[in-house]
DNA sequence: CCTCCTCTATGACTCAGGTCATATTTTTTC
DNA sequence: GAAAAAATATGACCTGAGTCATAGAGGAGG
């Protein structure tokens, strides 16, 4: 997370996207640097018979799509606001301007993508390994400690529709639901009001 | 990459691992800086049942394993000499003294890790979506156009086993077999005496 | 040239997760 | 506060990739 009042100094600007916009698309050109103000936007593919896969949701004060800023490649998905949403964006040019004059935040940066390889690395192995359980019980894990940083059995609220995890995982709606029910039976989480805990 | 002298200067030292010695375990702490010198080395998980996962291949020039070197997380997968193989490899601490004094390779570092978010972003959401021959196509796709930068209609000779598609895509070695097969008679791919070509 | 080992190949069978259909509950919207 | 939309839930059925077994081809090494 880059301080607001820095990025606005190198020229950002804070832009308004209603809920459901695209802020970009999957194969277009980087040309700025992203951060949540408030609201929430997530990054998705969409694959040919149109089903869903979702590669993260960013919340206040997370970056997101600087990866085809510094490789140069093309976006690998869209980017699209989940709830009406203020997202502070950089020009490119300025972005590289201010990591040059602040090589810890440079640093900072460079922490955030490895961050994210982590989980990436972690989710294309379990996904790759099937059992539809396992892979929720992972993703699950993953928030609890890396992002949301709680401890505690059932001390994490889970704050997505079943279908959204099943977009982040891979697996269909059904399956999810059937999954986090048996999961619930064997202890390993607990549902209560149709909310999950872990 | 970073050149080997400046490497060295920085104190580190070549160490040649023998085909199938392991390098760092899944879980392990990050002490060093990784670069293949000669030989080819993998990352890889093993799931419940044994079946392998491999997050990717290095050859003479790749680093790998930096991501939890700058994130604080353990190794999220084994490293493994596939061939009688030299590394060139510097701690922790003289990295970041040398990535310090020099920001130009820091940069091309972080490029680095964008490039390789960038297709663990597509394997990820490739992976979810099923269909083994899209899955097989995505990722000879990748390694011919941004790994070996070939162009060309079956220029791109794959130098790996069935077995090593099967791991690094998910899928079984029958199924692989299947799926070239079948995708030979679409025209996506050739098949010369046992070897692919995309 | 022969042996051993790895890799490719193919058929038969199984089953887990996807698909589809339908219902109920909760939340959102106007 | 009623209507519409979204989310959760459940059953029945189906299919495609996994599993298992077995065989042949190619390559390395003595």
Redesign the pocket.
């Known amino acids: 997370m880059i301080p607001e009042s820095l990025l606005l100094d190198f020229g950002a600007k804070i832009i308004s996207y209603p809920?459901g916009t695209q802020l970009f698309r999957e194969g277009d050109t980087a040309l700025n640097f992203y951060q949540v103000v408030s609201g929430e936007v997530k990054m998705n593919n969409y694959n040919l018979?149109g089903?869903e896969f979702i590669q993260g949701i960013f919340a206040s004060g997370q970056s997101f799509g600087e990866p085809p800023l510094f490789a140069d490649v093309k976006y690998p998905a869209n980017a699209e606001a989940i709830t009406d949403s203020e997202v502070i964006q950089l020009h490119k040019s300025q972005f590289f301007a201010l990591l040059a004059a602040h090589p810890d935040i440079h640093l900072r940066m460079t922490e955030t993508l490895a961050k994210r390889l982590f989980y990436k690395a972690i989710m294309v192995s379990e996904i790759?390994s099937?059992?539809?359980?396992h892979r929720i019980l992972r993703i699950l894990d993953y928030l609890k400690k890396h992002v949301h940083k709680i401890e505690g059995k059932f001390a994490f609220k889970v704050d997505?529709?079943?279908?959204?995890?099943?977009d982040l995982t891979?697996?269909?709606?059904?399956?999810?639901?059937?999954?986090?029910?048996s999961l619930e039976k064997k202890g390993e989480l607990k549902?209560k009001?149709?909310?999950?805990y872990r």
Request: proline content about 3%; aromatic content about 0%.
């Open positions: 809920k018979d089903k790759s099937q059992e539809p359980e997505l529709t079943r279908q959204q995890i099943a891979g697996l269909r709606v059904e399956t999810v639901i059937r999954a986090t029910k549902i009001s149709r909310k999950v």
